[in-house]
């Protein structure tokens, strides 16, 4: 059973337009929330994380919001760069510093066009 | 430059045969982890180390080994036993929850 999921398995984005990625989750007891960049045939990048205290996290052009009762959480990037295309991961634990017990989705494939 | 180093990058391997994939951080981090990437499918854990000389089972551990005899590597045997071992190979280390990883290696069984 998937616990935490990316239902869109690719996104196509206009440059300087905002990019939106979905994640929903199955497991209450997810606390911690993280997304993951990967290049193809690199080793994904930690990008932003938001534990369950907050509703927003912010970083730059990168933002995560977290909506508890619907368990689902999303990843703004704005404005959207080529730069930016790559695949992106969800990943949720039980517990900070668990990393041993982080699910990760099945990741969404972003395009950003010119 | 601190990171994670994963050789090879690119592996053939016939079947029936064991491989070994290596790991090495200078991170100092004490806790190592090796995934798997599949298309269409999240990271799925293998195996993880929490300290030397001690390791755990991940969600998909069956025929694959590891050892920690060092903490600076955490070398990755895919052996024989492993059904559909045609996949990518991602190492990790944390510190304190977010998990920094290698660049990969994949693995062809031909």
């Known amino acids: 059973d998937q616990q935490v999921k990316q239902n869109s398995p690719s996104l196509s984005v206009q440059e300087g337009r905002i990019s939106i990625l979905n994640c929903d989750y199955t497991n209450s007891m997810f606390d911690y929330f ?6 193809p045939a690199e080793g994904p990048t930690f990008l932003i994380s938001i534990s369950s205290i907050k509703d927003k996290n912010e970083d730059g052009r990168f933002t995560v ?3 508890k009762s619907a368990k689902h959480l999303s990843l703004h990037i704005v404005p959207s760069q080529p730069g930016d295309s790559a695949v992106y991961f969800c990943a ?8 041993s017990k982080l699910t990760f989705g099945t990741g969404t494939r972003l395009q ?3 | 430059d601190g990171g994670i180093t994963q050789s090879p990058k690119y592996l053939f391997r016939k079947e029936g045969q064991n491989v070994t994939l ?3 951080q200078n991170l100092n981090h004490d806790a190592m982890y090796w995934y798997r990437q599949d298309p269409g499918q999240g990271l799925r ?5 929490q300290i030397v000389n001690d390791f755990q089972k991940g969600d998909i551990a069956e025929g694959y080994s590891v050892s920690r005899e060092k903490k600076e590597s955490f070398p990755l045997t895919v052996t024989s036993a492993q059904k559909n071992p045609t996949a ?3 190492c990790a280390s944390t510190s304190a929850g977010e998990l920094f990883f290698g ?3 994949r693995l062809t069984v031909l």
Not at chain 1, 34 to 39: D, E, G, I, Q, R
Not at chain 2, 45 to 49: A, K, R, V
Request: hydrophobic share 40%; proline share 0%.
């Open chain 1, 34 to 39: 993280l997304w993951y960049k990967k290049y």
């Open chain 1, 65 to 67: 919001f977290l909506n």
């Open chain 1, 92 to 99: 949720a634990s039980a517990r900070i510093g668990t990393a």
């Open chain 1, 112 to 114: 950003v066009t010119l």
């Open chain 2, 22 to 24: 290596s790991c090495e």
């Open chain 2, 45 to 49: 854990l293998i195996y993880y180390s």
């Open chain 2, 88 to 90: 990518f190979y991602l």
């Open chain 2, 103 to 105: 660049e990969g290696s």
